[in-house]
């Protein structure tokens, strides 16, 4: 069976799968802007164990998604001990790119000066985002041209990982990538200025690339060319080829949160990534 045909049959599986996640932690919402998506939720565990915080941007094709629908994968991380923030952002089509990339950076310093004011110690933070939300980070943390256009500090940025995202845009992309980018870009905007293989410049911040050979949307050769070029820049990079055996997008790139390390191998890099860097 065709990988895009066995994504297309994993919805349904996975929101029933959603529906029955314990919400064990109330995540404590902020905002930072006057629109409803632009918020973030903050998760603390219950038993914290690391000083790292991860902050994370959604998934959703750049018009769907938000904090409150992936409560799942902040209780996910927080269940494993980590501080955990849920970045939201505008949709396309109504907003068009940049303003999603500028929500970001906005979002990711009102998290900073949030963590500060309640007296957390802010200076070990992992940046990772599924998807569109791979692809939004990943500017965030690479490129110097968007962090100084919109005044962002990321020296507390200690790693990146981003999961099933993309990176490059080649003109082969899937029907449903293309007509996702159609959306998100205006007509006859430099689609460079939103592509992170364009913008990713020399940094310290290494990078995890969790991708799938099965993704259904996403071809594994974009994290081959992210990572192709991250090294040719000299940025610690490893690419990680998802071995489970639910490994369509939406499976590995969410659905993953749904398990646990021991039962996803996924999962595990994810959190074992983290623990070592």
Not at 34 to 44: G, I, K, N, V
Not at 124 to 148: M, N, T
Not at 189 to 208: F, N, V, W
Not at 258 to 276: A, K, P, V
């Amino acid at each position: 069976m065709k990988d895009s045909i066995r994504e297309s049959l994993s919805y349904w599986g996975l929101y029933m799968k959603m529906l029955r996640v314990k919400k064990e932690i109330r995540p404590q919402a902020v905002s930072f802007g006057s629109d409803s998506h632009q918020y973030f939720l903050y998760y603390e565990p219950q038993t914290r164990t690391t000083d790292k915080i991860i902050i994370w941007v959604h998934g959703g094709g750049w018009n769907a998604g938000s904090p409150k629908l992936f409560d799942f994968v902040g209780q996910c991380v927080a269940k494993n001990g980590c501080r955990f923030v849920s970045l939201g952002y505008r949709l396309s089509p109504k907003n068009k790119y940049p303003c999603q990339i500028e929500d970001v950076c906005h979002g990711y310093q009102a998290a900073i000066t949030f963590l500060n004011q309640k007296g957390i110690n802010a200076s070990k933070i992992v940046i990772s985002g599924p998807s569109a939300g791979a692809h939004l980070s990943s500017i965030l943390c690479y490129s110097k041209k968007i962090q100084e256009t919109y005044d962002i500090d990321i020296s507390p940025v200690i790693g990146f990982i981003g999961v099933g995202g993309p990176y490059r845009f080649s003109g082969k992309d899937s029907l449903s990538v293309r007509l996702l980018l159609n959306q998100l870009f205006a007509k006859g905007y430099d689609r460079a200025q939103g592509e992170p293989c364009s913008l990713i410049e020399k940094s310290d911040i290494p990078m995890l690339l969790i991708q799938s050979r099965h993704d259904g949307l996403i071809s594994y050769s974009c994290a081959e060319d992210f990572y192709k070029k991250a090294r040719s820049l000299a940025i610690p990079c490893e690419l990680y080829s998802v071995t489970d055996k639910r490994n369509t997008h939406s499976w590995y790139t969410a659905g993953m949160f749904l398990e646990t390390r021991e039962t996803n191998q996924g999962l595990d890099r994810f959190f074992t990534w983290i623990e070592t860097i």
